[in-house]
Nanobody
């Protein structure tokens, strides 16, 4: 089975930028969509950005115009460029893959372990 590993999180000042990466390990698989979700303490996990194999992209309302998701199918990676970061963006960011097929095995959802993003002066 595959694993999703996030990287690029850390501590940044308001107005700064950060680029998150998610690498997908394994081989012989296919994925319908990949995206990023985040969860702050005491809050439910929310959508940040999502992209499908058909090229459709969705962003959460709070990050539109500031975050950009990109996917490189050949390299099995997905990135999240985050600009103009705000304290409200502080959360654990999780990489997500939907509709993952490994031969005859089908997984509805695969989640990474998450990477912490903290925006503070």
């Amino acid at each position: 089975q595959v694993q999703l590993v996030e990287s690029g999180g850390g501590l940044v000042q308001p107005g700064g930028s950060l680029n998150l990466s998610c690498s997908v390990s394994g081989s012989g698989f296919s994925i319908s969509a990949m995206g990023w979700h985040r969860q702050a303490p005491g809050k439910q996990r929310e959508l940040v950005a999502r992209t499908t194999n058909g090229g459709n992209v969705n962003y959460g309302d709070s990050v539109k115009g500031r975050f950009t998701i990109s996917r490189d199918n050949a390299k099995n990676t997905v990135h999240l460029q985050m600009n103009d970061l705000k304290p409200e963006d502080t959360a654990v960011y999780y990489c997500h893959a939907a509709d993952l097929d490994i031969g005859w095995i089908h997984l509805d959802d695969v989640w990474g372990r998450g990477t912490q993003v903290t925006v503070s002066s």
